[in-house]
């Protein structure tokens, strides 16, 4: 019986067995019309990829230092710049939407944050 354990994480076969969360936020005023910011998680399935030298390279030019690849499906993200994976929140310095329906996302921990 053939192994499915060599396409799991391969970015030409994409398996969603993996869960992260996507961070957005909302702004309202309370009753002294002081902004109060409210998070929103959005629970996504998503596949840890490797990043390229190039990626790295190309990024680390820009000031970005990427730690992070998740590929998720492009109809559950909508420009989220914050995403919760295993219990530590990066940042989405850049999206990449594949033709193949899912959309690559490059993250980095921000210092202090």
Not at 9 to 35: A, K, P, R, W
Not at 89 to 102: A, C, E
């Amino acid at each position: 019986m053939p192994s499915l354990k060599s396409s799991i994480g391969n970015s030409q076969h994409i398996s969603l067995d993996d869960v992260c969360f996507l961070i957005s936020s909302i702004s309202t005023e309370d009753d002294l019309g002081q902004s109060i910011e409210t998070e929103i998680l959005s629970l996504s399935y998503c596949s840890k990829l490797n990043i390229s030298r190039a990626e790295f390279s190309t990024a680390g030019q820009l000031g970005h230092k990427p730690q992070l690849l998740l590929v998720v499906d492009s109809d559950e993200y909508d420009e989220e710049k914050r995403v919760e994976y295993e219990r530590t929140t990066y940042y989405v310095y850049k999206s990449f939407i594949r033709p193949d329906g899912y959309t690559e996302l490059y993250c980095e921990v921000k210092a202090g944050g």
